[in-house]
C-alpha cells in the first residue's frame, strides 16, 4: 500500500523462526508509509458508492471484537478497555456502546480520528506510546487488533504493560500468522509483510516465547481471529495484480463479494489449520 517499488529483506531466526525486517525503516520515517496509498484509513470511502455497505460491515467486524472480549473478561461500567494502535476508532466506539465502559484509545498518530471526531465523542484518543501511559492506569483489558506486528519495540512494550496491568488483566492479541496456508500460496506477494509497516511476522511458538519473557502467561491460543481470513487472500491476489492502492475500490467490489462466496467453505477449517491470522489471550504471570 505504497508507491514506491522499494525492496526490502526479512532474516529469520534460526531458534525462534521469528520473521523480521531487516533493516527496518528508522522510526521518525515511518509515518512517509502511512499515507494516501493506506487502505484501513481511507476506511469505507475507498470503496465509493458501495461505502455504506462496508461501513455495516466494519460494524459488525467491531460488534465481533466487543464480543470477543466480553467472552473473555467481565465487564462493567467500571471497567476499562485500553486499546493499542487504535487506528479508526471504532471497536472502542462499539464498546462505549454496547458495555459503556471506560475506554482508552492510543496511536502514533491521529490520522485515525481527527478528520472525523465528532464521531468518536466521549472516548479517551491520545497519540501516545505505550511507555507514556501511566503506571497507575490498570486496565481490566488490553486489546491490540492487528498491532504488535508494527512495534518497534514488542519486548519493551509489553513488558511494560505487564507492569500497568492488574493481575486480572486480559490481554487479547490479533496477528497475522507467518505458518498460515495465505503465506504458504502466495509467497513473495503475501499481504502479511504489509512492507515496511510490518516489523515482525509471527508463529505461534515464538509469540508465545515472547509474552513468557514478557511476564505474560498465555492462556488461549487460536489459529484464527475476528478479522475475516478472505481479506488476507484477497489483498494478496491484489498485489499480484499490481494494484494500485489509492484508487477507487468501486470496480473491485463485486469481485471482492463473489470471492468472499467462494471462499466460505475453506474458513470452516480456520479452527484445524490457520488461514491467515490468529488469537492470543494472556494473563500476567
Same mark, same amino acid.
Given at each position: 500500500?505504497?508507491?514506491?517499488?522499494? &525492496?526490502?529483506?526479512?532474516?529469520?531466526? +534460526?531458534?525462534?523462526?521469528?520473521?523480521?525486517? *531487516?533493516?527496518?525503516?528508522?522510526?521518525?520515517?515511518?509515518?512517509?508509509?502511512?499515507?494516501?496509498?493506506?487502505?484501513?484509513?481511507?476506511?469505507?470511502?475507498?470503496?465509493?458508492?458501495?461505502?455504506?455497505? #462496508?461501513?455495516?460491515?466494519?460494524?459488525? &467486524?467491531? /460488534?465481533?471484537?466487543?464480543?470477543?472480549?466480553?467472552?473473555?473478561?467481565?465487564?462493567? +461500567? =467500571?471497567? &476499562?478497555?485500553? =486499546?493499542?494502535?487504535? @487506528?479508526?476508532? $471504532?471497536?472502542?466506539?462499539?464498546?462505549?456502546?454496547?458495555?459503556?465502559?471506560? +475506554?482508552? @484509545?492510543?496511536?502514533?498518530?491521529?490520522?485515525?480520528?481527527?478528520?472525523?471526531? $465528532?464521531?468518536?465523542?466521549?472516548?479517551? &484518543?491520545?497519540?501516545?506510546?505505550?511507555?507514556?501511559?501511566?503506571?497507575?492506569?490498570?486496565?481490566? #483489558?488490553?486489546?491490540?487488533?492487528?498491532?504488535?506486528?508494527?512495534?518497534?519495540?514488542?519486548?519493551?512494550? /509489553?513488558?511494560? %504493560?505487564?507492569?500497568?496491568?492488574?493481575? $486480572?488483566?486480559?490481554?487479547?492479541?490479533?496477528?497475522?500468522?507467518?505458518?498460515?496456508?495465505?503465506?504458504?500460496?502466495?509467497?513473495?506477494?503475501?499481504?502479511?509483510?504489509?512492507?515496511?509497516?510490518? /516489523?515482525?511476522?509471527?508463529?505461534?511458538?515464538?509469540?508465545?516465547? %515472547?509474552?513468557?519473557?514478557?511476564?505474560? *502467561?498465555?492462556?488461549?491460543?487460536?489459529?484464527?481471529?475476528?478479522?475475516?481470513?478472505? /481479506? %488476507?487472500?484477497?489483498?494478496?491476489?491484489?498485489?499480484?495484480?499490481?494494484?494500485?492502492? =489509492?484508487?477507487?475500490?468501486?470496480?473491485?467490489?463485486?469481485?471482492?463479494?463473489?470471492?468472499?462466496?467462494?471462499?466460505?467453505?475453506?474458513?470452516?477449517?480456520?479452527?484445524?489449520? $490457520? %488461514?491467515?491470522?490468529? +488469537?492470543?489471550?494472556?494473563?500476567?504471570?
Amino acid at each position: 500500500m505504497h508507491s514506491d517499488k522499494e &525492496l526490502f529483506n526479512f532474516d529469520q531466526c +534460526t531458534d525462534c523462526q521469528l520473521v523480521f525486517i *531487516n533493516p527496518r525503516v528508522a522510526l521518525d520515517q515511518l509515518k512517509n508509509y502511512y499515507t494516501s496509498y493506506y487502505l484501513p484509513y481511507r476506511g469505507a470511502k475507498a470503496w465509493g458508492k458501495y461505502e455504506k455497505i #462496508v461501513e455495516d460491515s466494519q460494524r459488525k &467486524l467491531d /460488534l465481533k471484537r466487543a464480543n470477543r472480549v466480553k467472552d473473555t473478561q467481565s465487564i462493567s +461500567t =467500571d471497567s &476499562l478497555i485500553l =486499546d493499542v494502535g487504535c @487506528g479508526k476508532p $471504532s471497536f472502542l466506539k462499539a464498546c462505549r456502546q454496547e458495555f459503556n465502559c471506560k +475506554t482508552l @484509545g492510543i496511536d502514533f498518530s491521529d490520522e485515525g480520528w481527527k478528520v472525523e471526531a $465528532s464521531q468518536f465523542d466521549g472516548l479517551d &484518543l491520545r497519540v501516545a506510546e505505550i511507555k507514556d501511559l501511566e503506571i497507575s492506569l490498570k486496565p481490566d #483489558v488490553i486489546t491490540m487488533w492487528h498491532y504488535l506486528e508494527h512495534d518497534y519495540t514488542p519486548f519493551e512494550n /509489553l513488558s511494560y %504493560l505487564k507492569a500497568i496491568a492488574k493481575p $486480572s488483566t486480559k490481554l487479547i492479541i490479533e496477528i497475522p500468522n507467518f505458518d498460515s496456508s495465505s503465506r504458504k500460496k502466495y509467497g513473495e506477494n503475501w499481504a502479511g509483510w504489509h512492507t515496511p509497516r510490518h /516489523l515482525s511476522l509471527f508463529s505461534p511458538n515464538n509469540v508465545t516465547l %515472547l509474552l513468557q519473557k514478557c511476564g505474560w *502467561n498465555v492462556s488461549e491460543l487460536h489459529t484464527y481471529g475476528t478479522m475475516d481470513p478472505y /481479506l %488476507l487472500y484477497w489483498m494478496s491476489q491484489m498485489e499480484q495484480k499490481g494494484i494500485k492502492w =489509492d484508487k477507487n475500490m468501486e470496480d473491485e467490489f463485486w469481485e471482492f463479494v463473489l470471492g468472499m462466496i467462494r471462499f466460505t467453505p475453506q474458513k470452516w477449517m480456520q479452527k484445524k489449520s $490457520s %488461514l491467515g491470522v490468529m +488469537t492470543v489471550v494472556a494473563t500476567p504471570q
